[in-house]
């Protein structure tokens, strides 16, 4: 019997005598035999610092089958097996491709992202057969000129790198569609871009671009064209020529007007949030009769034209944190439009509780404006005597109070509300109250008077540290404004308000997500922008099945769980100006589905 145990190795007597090429080979000899019948070789993440020889010679060499055996069944027969098409090296620690890459003539489509990259070697060239190159999430500062051969690429992706120009070499490429140049260092847009005429994706989003060639109008082809979080302040004219395009971003540049595109007239989503925009006028919305999305959220607009209606197929119109007092009756004929986001305007000529009512039954009021105008009032000479002055010489509507149901002392910059304001209410019901744009410090503690009829809330821009017990006994509450304050929590208590469905606690110094809004089902808004958050609980969130805007920009959240991508209630997800890094702005100025469908596809299975 063997003195060496079961399944044990006998030691090696030539140990330290070992030829190199003797050793076990970083890729498994199965995978190589396997990719001779297939023509596909994937080694992605397999901590490779270099390519195995025996990968660049899997078309030359002879398997070591071959020379143990002569006998072969169909799947054996070496010699009838292809060459390589598909070569993916991703996620690996290769700092540089071997020249030998040039015995791959074969391969179609060749993956090396995601590794550290700082050069491509010449024999790139000799690839005439690729049609997918993906060279991202590396550091390449240059491209070799040798790209120029590549004459049957298609699809070149490159964001994640570090190039700070764009070779001649790109021009060449006459049968590119889709080109991917985002994340990295560009000061300018070569001219060469313009041969690209078959040319239907280009990403040159996350770059120092401060301009455009006008030689991008020649790419007739284009569809999509992506310039967020670049310099822009200005488009050249020519882009109006570009009559194939369909999707065009230019969110958060430095553009002071909409650019004109008379030509654009099959554009579908035209995404220029967070810019310096001021004016919009007709001219440039004409021609712009097919657009389904327009997003002109974080601008400086101060009105919209009456032309807002010739947007006849709008389906979503995000206008959130411009500086909006009014908008334009013709506004309810956008028949198709789903989803008009206001958030973040200081609307005068509105009621509160239309806005909180959604997209529907704000469209529906719009358009009765429309159908029966409001008479011009006549001018008459004094004081018109419709109100009550109060000792403290303050003005309270009460046509507002008996007819409107709606309390209102906004904008007086007093510390507290006078007594005078609530005694006027009388028995009258009250529904909406509006104390907004004072200087007051807590709640008043005489709103609890109206605990059986107010529905309608609104305590925005005061200075209050914390919601009251009083606010908590309004159980008939739906809406609840308190933006702008300084309040640091939401207490426990508010669970108590069982018809809540829309709570604003924007512009606050609130440090954690409430725990208490987790339990209130009936919301359906949740507005906690620019607070000093830094996580939500998606769990808790899930069980909020009617909740279908959450707005979390300008907080401290670090990362966004995964598995918030299962809230499917939700209609608008708004996280920019949050410190985390995945997702990408590329994926948040797509929208909400886009976002749901990236945290989906990160949850682990």
């Known amino acids: 019997m063997s003195r060496f145990k079961r399944g044990g190795t ?29 023509g596909q070789l994937n080694l992605s993440a397999r901590g490779l610092t270099e390519v195995p020889v025996s990968v660049w010679r899997i078309n030359l060499d002879t398997p070591e089958e071959a020379k143990t055996s002569v006998q072969f069944d169909g799947s054996d027969r070496w010699w009838e097996q292809t060459d390589l098409t598909k070569l993916v090296l991703a996620s690996n620690k290769l700092q540089s491709l071997s020249e030998e890459i040039r015995l791959l003539p074969a391969l179609v489509v060749l993956d090396v992202h995601d590794n550290l990259l700082t050069e491509l070697p010449s024999a790139i060239g000799e690839l005439i057969n690729i049609q997918k190159l993906n060279i991202s999430h590396n550091k390449l500062k240059v491209l070799p000129g040798e790209l120029a051969q590549l004459h049957n690429l298609k699809s070149l992706l490159i964001q994640h790198n570090q190039l700070e120009e764009i070779p001649d070499a790109i021009g060449q490429l006459a049968v590119l569609e889709e080109l991917d140049l985002s994340n990295n260092s560009l000061r300018n847009v070569s ?17 120092k671009l401060k301009a455009l060639p006008a030689e991008i109008s020649n790419m007739k082809s284009l569809r999509q064209l992506d310039c967020t979080s670049n310099l822009l302040d200005d488009i050249p004219p020519s882009l109006a020529g570009m009559d194939s395009l369909q999707q065009l971003y230019l969110r958060q540049n430095k553009l002071t007007f909409l650019p004109e595109l008379p030509n654009c007239k099959i554009l579908k989503e035209l995404h220029v949030g967070n810019n310096q925009i001021n004016v919009l006028g007709p001219q440039h919305l004409t021609h712009l009769s097919s657009l389904v999305i327009l997003e002109l959220r974080d601008n400086k607009l101060k009105s919209l034209p009456e032309e807002i209606a010739l947007l006849k197929g709008l389906e979503r119109l995000d206008l959130s944190n411009n500086d909006l007092g009014s908008l334009p009756n013709s506004l309810g004929s956008l028949q198709n439009l789903k989803s008009l986001q206001l958030e973040g305007n200081p609307l005068r000529g509105i009621r509160r509780d239309l806005l909180s009512k959604g997209t529907v039954e704000l469209l529906k009021y719009l358009r009765s404006r429309i159908q029966v105008p409001e008479p011009k009032p006549e001018q008459k000479e004094g004081p018109v005597v419709t109100a009550m002055t109060l000792p403290s010489d303050s003005i309270v509507n009460t046509h507002a109070i008996t007819t409107l149901k709606t309390l209102e002392y906004s904008d007086k910059q007093a510390t507290v509300i006078p007594e005078g304001v609530f005694n006027a209410v009388g028995t009258s019901p009250i529904a909406i109250v509006n104390f907004s744009k004072n200087q007051l410090t807590e709640v008043p503690v005489r709103i609890v008077e109206m605990k ?45 308000l069982t018809r809540l469905q829309t709570i604003i606690l924007s512009f606050n110094r609130l440090k954690t997500f409430p725990d208490v809004l987790y339990r209130i089902p009936t919301l359906e808004t949740v507005l906690i922008s620019s607070n000093q958050i830094s996580s939500i609980d998606p769990l808790q969130l899930i069980k909020l099945t009617k909740l279908s805007t959450l707005d979390l920009q300008n907080n401290d959240l670090l990362q966004v769980p995964p598995a918030l991508g299962n809230c499917e209630s939700l209609r608008a997800l708004n996280l920019e100006g949050n410190p985390f890094r995945n997702p990408r702005a590329a994926i948040l100025a797509k929208g909400t589905v886009a976002i749901l469908e990236y945290l989906r596809s990160r949850i682990p299975t």
């Open 10 to 38: 006998a030691p090696n007597s030539l140990a330290g005598f070992t030829d190199p090429r003797d050793r076990e080979p970083a890729v498994p000899r199965g995978l190589i035999n396997a990719a001779r019948k297939s």
């Open 191 to 207: 001219s060469c871009l313009g041969r690209l005429t078959c040319l239907v994706q280009l990403n040159l989003s996350s770059n």
């Open 452 to 496: 059986d009829s107010a529905c309608d809330v609104n305590l925005g821009f005061n200075k209050i540290p914390a919601i009251s017990l009083n606010l908590c006994m309004l159980l008939q509450l739906t809406h609840l404004d308190m933006r702008n304050n300084a309040l640091v929590c939401v207490p426990d208590e508010l669970e108590a």
